[in-house]
């Protein structure tokens, strides 16, 4: 069996006496797309923010790609191959769709370009081949014709697929997308699906939370099921299908949301 791309071991995080993720041990094998279910405050986007370096674990271990990086910070974990998509996007409404990809790779060029050495030209050749890849992202998530619209006019639909443009703007081997299609119109979650098809055969990892069970049946397989921060299934998506306790307790509780 191939290595995993990411292995977590023993992940526990506590808020004061509240524990929202409860020892999760999981290796995500490379070239799949796995499909992270459970109820409304089962700890899913609490273990995406310990994966992708937002919160530390109160205890355990990730690791990426064979590499200990548990808490390191979001943008080195970027600079690793890993990138996550928000629940909730927050764009910079003000600024335009392709400033705000462009913004993504900024922080780590900016770092290790800065310094009193950095000659004007060379920042500006930098701030090219970024803007030509920004467009190129753009045009890959179908978001081309609006990269001068301001940020906070585009569709909640569209500002999920501007998260995962800033995201690929990482070539990440390791994308965390939390619930990609909530809220998003059934256009624009079938063009985003084919651009999840689209990467993941060309060797991308996606571990996906997703409310919406034809979506995580269709596309994803292992299927994981969190329940009070613990990992209470993993299967194939047939086998999910085939297993009442998580269809009455898990899956049936999330048919309300
Ligand atoms: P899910 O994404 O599965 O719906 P969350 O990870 O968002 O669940 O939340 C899991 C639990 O942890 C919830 O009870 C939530 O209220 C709690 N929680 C999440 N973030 C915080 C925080 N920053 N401070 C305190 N409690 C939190
Ligand atoms: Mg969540």
Request: aromatic share 6%; proline share 7%.
């Amino acid at each position: 069996m191939a290595d995993p791309v990411l292995s977590l071991s023993g992940i526990t995080r506590d808020f004061g006496p509240f524990r929202a993720v409860n020892d999760v041990s999981l290796d995500i094998l490379p070239g799949t797309i796995t499909g992270l279910i459970g109820p409304n405050g089962a700890g899913k986007t609490t273990l995406f923010n310990v994966l992708s370096g937002m919160l530390p674990p109160t205890a355990g271990q990730v690791r990426l790609m064979g590499q200990d990086v548990t808490g390191l910070s979001p943008d080195k974990l970027f600079a690793l191959g890993l990138g996550r998509t928000f629940q909730i996007p927050r764009p910079f409404a003000r600024m335009s769709v392709l400033e705000n990809v462009m913004l993504a790779p900024m922080a780590q060029i900016g770092e290790s370009l800065s310094g009193p050495f950095l000659r004007a030209g060379a920042m500006r050749a930098q701030e090219e081949a970024i803007r030509a890849r920004a467009f190129d992202v753009l045009d890959f998530v179908t978001l081309g014709a609006l990269a001068d619209h301001a940020a906070g006019q585009i569709s909640g639909g569209q500002m999920k697929l501007l998260e995962l443009a800033r995201v690929l703007m990482g070539d990440p081997q390791v994308i965390l997308l939390d619930e990609p299609a909530a809220g998003v119109n059934p256009t624009l979650t079938n063009v985003l699906i084919e651009k999840i098809e689209e990467l993941n055969r060309a060797g991308k990892t996606f571990v996906i939370i997703e409310h919406d069970m034809d979506f995580v049946m269709q596309h994803c397989d292992p299927v994981i099921a969190l329940a009070e921060g613990r990992v209470v299934f993993q299967g194939t998506p047939a086998e999910a299908q085939a297993n009442p306790v998580l269809l009455d307790a898990y899956l049936g509780t999330m048919a309300d949301d």
